[in-house]
């Protein structure tokens, strides 16, 4: 059974620090996602990953794939409050779309 | 364009009352899912379709769940005689294909008193 685990689960930070979120996943997959959520709201789609080594930049959001150490990480540079949201990864367990998420990463951005 | 809606927004019932909930993907897209999040499971797959057919029904959690989808476009899920622990979000997702980057839908939010 596919697990996805992400740490860490809550994040704190000062605006303007950089910091790194990890998604950890328990079997093969080359297909995966990086999802953000504000509250009360639904699932905004940031990255899509689809082999080892992609890299993807969005402003102040970088996310990376290795598929050899079952591991993406989502990097946050120079942080801004605009980025308060919970962050979920995803991964495609059987490239047929059927998603396994993290528990999300609740991250609070201050001044 | 539009993106995939998702109705009611918020719907309260009883204990024992069936509900239905409905998805319309986004337009030209074939497959279509089903997710629930709650406090304490987090997000969880339900089931896809591709076109009508539901080729990965395996997170339904009960014979109490039922979904289908008619004419490539529009799904239902059905909740039988609704229980507490049925309360949560239920987002819905559409793909252009099964397997390419999914766009959800805002959800239903269920509450079973």
């Known amino acids: 059974e596919l697990k996805v685990e992400q740490n860490p689960l809550f994040l704190s930070m000062q605006e303007g620090k950089n910091y790194t979120i990890y998604c950890n996943y328990s079997?093969?997959?080359?297909?995966l996602y990086w999802y953000r959520q504000d509250p009360g709201k639904s699932l905004e789609s940031l990255f899509v990953l689809l082999s080892n080594g992609a890299v993807k930049q969005e402003g102040r959001l970088m996310a990376s794939l290795d598929t050899k150490a079952r591991l993406s990480t989502l990097h946050i540079t120079a942080a801004v409050h605009d980025l308060s949201a919970t962050y979920f990864c995803a991964v495609d367990l059987n490239q047929g779309g059927k998603l396994i998420f993290g528990q999300g990463t609740e991250l609070s951005v201050k001044p | 364009g539009a993106g995939v809606s998702q109705s009611p927004s918020n719907k309260v019932t009883e204990k024992g009352k069936d509900v239905e909930l409905r998805c319309d993907p986004i337009s030209g897209h074939t497959a279509l899912y089903w997710y629930r999040q709650s406090l304490g499971q987090g997000l969880e797959f339900l089931i896809y379709f591709q076109g009508n057919s539901a080729p990965d029904k395996s997170g339904l959690p009960s014979d109490r769940f039922s979904a289908e989808r008619t004419g490539g476009s529009v799904s239902t899920l059905t909740i039988q005689r609704t229980q507490q622990e049925d309360s949560a979000v239920y987002l819905c997702?559409?793909?252009?294909?099964?397997?390419?980057?999914?766009?959800f839908g805002p959800g239903t939010r269920l509450t079973v008193t």
């Open positions: 997702a559409s793909s252009l294909l099964a397997g390419y980057e999914q766009y």
């Open positions: 079997t093969t997959s080359d297909r």
